[in-house]
């Protein structure tokens, strides 16, 4: 088990995003590579035989934290690429297009004070881009 745990803390510790430039707008958006997926899986599934195991005593706290920290990055990355895939679509529709910031100046105003947010916080990934610090951030 302490070996296993060194292995992860040695993963994470060099484990970082990387960012692909949008196709019209050239706003870096993040990319997660196949391997943080699998290394991310594979790695939640070891941790919970650890937390099974009737030798995890001594190791139960640390095992625990790791398995929280997993966890909470594997449902911020599914979630930070959810939002990617729509701030993609809606920008397309409120910036990309003339017409549509005519129809709808309100909604306009709205998706431009969101898209100022989200590039913001695209911005403080971007600054620290490890896996583990980035998706552990507060807030």
């Given amino acids: 088990m302490e070996k296993s745990l060194k292995e992860f803390n040695e993963t994470w510790n060099t484990m970082s995003f990387e960012y692909q430039p949008h196709p019209r707008t ?6 997660v590579r196949e391997e943080i997926v699998e290394i991310l899986e594979d790695n939640q599934v070891q941790l919970q035989n650890m ?27 599914n979630l930070w690429l959810e939002v990617q895939r729509i701030w993609a679509y809606l920008e397309a529709i409120f910036i990309g297009s003339g ?7 309100e909604d306009t105003r709205r998706f431009e004070l969101l898209d ?3 590039k913001s916080l695209l911005v403080d990934i971007r600054a620290n881009p490890n896996v583990i610090k980035g998706t552990g951030k507060p807030g």
């Fill in 116 to 118: 100022k947010e989200f």
């Fill in 26 to 31: 050239k706003v870096n958006l993040l990319k």
């Fill in 99 to 105: 017409d549509i910031r005519i129809q709808l100046p």
């Fill in 51 to 77: 937390l099974s195991s009737k030798f995890v005593g001594y190791f139960y706290n640390e095992v625990f934290n790791w398995q929280l920290k997993l966890n909470t990055a594997d449902r911020v990355i």
